[in-house]
Structure formats: structure tokens, C-alpha cells
């Protein structure tokens, strides 16, 4: 089993940065990549971004490219998601994720992914 555990969200201004984070622990070892998503009320977990666990390779939605930036850190168990020139459209629940396998499906769609956190809000007004 892996926990994940995210921390770092809030209340910003339409246009300002906020970084979230989220703590890796357990089974770690065999996490092969992590991914945010996010959740606003009333619609589906869209994928953010993801990155692989080993070579950091990288994807993001194209609603978010070029504004926010997916790192990882393996000495910590920790992945990051900085966000920048944010809008109130990025206002949802943020969660991490992570799964074990590089097969088992698309790395956008959220069943694909075997863990995931409690999510934190993100709220960016106008």
C-alpha cells in the first residue's frame, strides 16, 4: 500500500502562484508514476499532470501547460505541483495520485491510477 497525503492548498487572487505538495509513504518502491487531478463542483476528476517516479518524465493538460509545473523529489517520497498565473477556472479539489504499473490504461484517466490522496481545495478568485 501507498498513503498519500497533500497539503499546500487555499484561497489566491486570480493570477498569483500556489505550490502544492504531496508525501509519499509505504510501498514506495513500487510507484512507477504520480499524477495530479482536480475535481471543481459538479464535474468529473480531470487529469493535471503526471510524472514518472524514476526518469521524471513529464505530461500536463493542455488547459495548464505552460502555467504549472510538475516536479518530484525521491530522496523526500514527495511530489510537487507548482501553479502559477492561476485562474478562477483552476478552482477545485486538488488530489495526488500514483500507480504501480506503466500498463493499465490511459495515464489521463483516474482509473487507471492505484492510490490517491484526501485532495485539498484550491480556490482562486477573480
Known amino acids: 500500500q501507498v498513503q498519500l497525503v497533500e497539503s499546500g492548498g487555499g484561497l489566491v487572487q486570480a493570477g498569483g502562484p500556489l505550490s502544492l505538495s504531496c508525501a509519499a509513504s509505504?510501498?514506495?518502491?513500487?510507484?512507477?508514476?504520480m499524477g495530479w487531478f482536480r475535481q471543481a463542483p459538479g464535474k468529473g476528476r480531470e487529469f493535471v499532470a503526471r510524472i514518472t517516479w524514476n526518469f521524471g518524465s513529464t505530461d500536463y493538460a493542455d488547459s495548464v501547460k505552460g502555467r504549472f509545473t510538475i516536479t518530484r523529489d525521491n530522496t523526500k517520497n514527495t511530489l510537487y505541483l507548482q501553479m502559477n498565473s492561476l485562474k478562477p477556472e483552476d478552482t477545485a479539489v486538488y488530489y495526488c495520485?500514483?500507480?504501480?504499473?506503466?500498463?493499465?490504461?490511459?495515464?489521463?484517466?483516474?482509473?487507471?491510477?492505484?492510490?490517491w490522496g484526501q485532495g485539498t481545495q484550491v480556490t482562486v478568485s477573480s
Open positions: 509505504g510501498r514506495t518502491f513500487s510507484v512507477y508514476a
Open positions: 495520485a500514483a500507480r504501480r504499473s506503466v500498463y493499465g490504461g490511459s495515464f489521463y484517466s483516474p482509473s487507471s491510477y492505484d492510490y
